[in-house]
């Protein structure tokens, strides 16, 4: 269901984004020595940059698919100056700051309500996250539907079986795609089947 608001959350980032780095973006787009990367964070947690453009309007359309491809999470646009590395550039947005924006985004809107939330997280004052289960038909459990939506490697679900304090307990998107090798309709479909239960609960081997 979420997917139906991916365009309309994906303009409301790049709002968010114009607005905090409208001095920057000024300077950058008339630089000739500057330009905006698509830096992608891969598997084994190296970073490269897989795409240039020289203005932030030339960006946004991208925007979107990158943000289905990799999640809020595992991309970012930075601005980068000769010759173009990754260390150095001024990252525009962080993955946690563009889950506050989701959040609030997506909360503001009346099908929010009809989105997989069961529980909640906050930040702890060491700066952990802390999660937290909510009861559901007699199940206590942990769902969070926009970090399986746009994000890969936030914790989305916790059963009724885990730990919210163990992290051997969680799942993340990835790791309920890797569930079905790669299969990310049918980790879709899984979770929207959980209920507290373990995800492995219904995969067949």
């Given at each position: 269901m979420i997917d139906l608001f991916m365009e309309q959350l994906a303009n409301h980032i790049l709002t968010e984004i114009k607005n905090n780095f409208a001095t920057y973006i000024e300077k950058?787009?008339?630089?000739?020595?500057?330009?905006?990367?698509?830096i992608v964070?891969?598997?084994?947690?190296?970073?490269?940059?897989?795409?240039?453009?020289?203005?932030?309007?030339?960006c946004m359309p991208l925007f979107e698919s990158y943000m289905y491809k990799y999640g809020l999470d595992n991309f970012c646009i930075g601005i980068m100056k000769a010759p173009y590395?990754?260390?150095?550039?001024?990252?525009?947005?962080?993955?946690?700051?563009a889950?506050?924006?989701?959040?609030?985004?997506?909360?503001s809107m009346e099908t929010y309500s009809r989105l997989r939330m069961v529980g909640s997280v906050s930040v702890s004052s060491e700066g952990e996250l802390v999660y937290v289960k909510g009861r559901v038909s007699g199940h206590d459990y942990y769902m969070d539907e926009i970090a399986f939506r746009h994000f890969r490697d936030y914790v989305c679900y916790i059963p009724s079986s885990g730990s919210e304090t163990d992290s051997d307990s969680w799942y993340t998107h990835n790791m309920l795609v890797d569930l079905y090798d790669g299969n990310e309709q049918a980790a879709k479909d899984l979770f929207y089947r959980l209920k507290?239960?373990?995800?492995?609960?219904?995969?067949?081997?």
């Open positions: 950058a787009d008339t630089d000739k020595q500057v330009c905006y990367g698509f964070i891969n598997n084994d947690i190296t970073m490269e940059v897989v795409e240039r453009k020289k203005t932030f309007a030339e590395r990754v260390k150095g550039a001024k990252w525009m947005f962080t993955g946690e700051w889950y506050r924006i989701a959040d609030y985004y997506l909360g507290g239960d373990r995800p492995e609960t219904f995969v067949r081997l």
